[in-house]
């Protein structure tokens, strides 16, 4: 699956709160492939990156888990991704269908 989502960073991979400043909504173009979520600046970012790159802005999702963030009412469609790190992401989506594929296909890869 892939396509252009917004991302927030809640909680860093350490189990800590991302700190003020990094906590912003981004947009990438997001790819899933392997068990593991692929950021991108943008589709050409996609084709051209290198493993580094890659490497730098993949999120690994085996035990992790995607659930509609109900919770989070600032903007709509919005999921929460745990990794099994402890780290927590809201991604924005741009329907309703497209959240649920998202969580969907994170969840039961
Ligand atoms: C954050 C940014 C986010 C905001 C977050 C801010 O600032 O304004 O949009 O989240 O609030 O800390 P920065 O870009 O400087 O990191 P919301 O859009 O959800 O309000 P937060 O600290 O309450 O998460």
Request: aromatic share 12%.
């Amino acid at each position: 699956k892939k396509g252009y989502v917004m991302r927030k960073s809640c909680v860093d991979s350490n189990g800590k709160k991302t700190p003020f400043g990094k906590r912003g909504w981004k947009m990438f173009y997001c790819t899933l492939r392997d068990m593991v979520l692929y950021l991108h600046k943008d589709e050409h970012g996609f084709r051209k990156s290198a493993l580094s790159d890659n490497l730098h802005n993949a999120i690994r999702i085996h035990h992790a888990l995607a659930t509609k963030a109900a919770d989070y009412t600032k903007k709509q469609h919005v999921f929460r991704l745990q990794t099994a790190d402890q780290a927590e992401y809201l991604f924005q989506t741009s329907d309703s269908k497209e959240l649920q594929s998202w969580i969907d296909t994170i969840n039961f890869v």
